[in-house]
């Protein structure tokens, strides 16, 4: 049962299917993928399909996204145009994950299989 609400990932290449298993076991319903690379558009990850490019995703209404893109500086820059176009970045903790109760996470991050975040750390 998907109790975290909807979410659209935006990448969709390799690191996807890993973002979108953690995001599905997490809780979230990923509804769609969004890359700019347009080799992608009409395939699909682990059954959900890549509708179009970030441009299509900022189109819509105020919605949840996480990112599959390894690009340090792409995600800041992209983040800061769909923050600005209304959409918020989602929390993506896969369950195996272990995260202090002390630690800040922020919207939009991901933290895979297997991590330690300790104590305070943000």
């Known amino acids: 049962m998907n ?9 969709a290449g390799g690191f996807a299917a890993e973002v979108l298993e953690a995001a599905e076991l997490a809780g979230w319903s990923v509804t769609n993928l969004y890359d700019d690379d347009v080799a992608t558009h009409g395939s699909d990850v682990m059954g959900k399909p890549c509708v179009g490019k ?19 500086q792409v995600r800041h ?37 297997g991590s330690f975040v300790g104590p305070q750390v943000s």
């Open 3 to 11: 109790t975290m609400g909807e979410l659209s990932i935006i990448g």
């Open 54 to 72: 970030v441009d299509q995703f900022l189109e819509r209404g105020a919605s949840r996204f996480i990112f599959a893109i390894g690009n340090n």
């Open 77 to 113: 820059d992209l983040a800061a145009r769909l923050e600005a176009a209304g959409h918020q970045g989602a929390r993506v903790i896969h369950p195996s994950a272990e995260v202090s109760r002390t630690a800040i996470i922020q919207d939009a991050a991901y933290i895979g299989a």
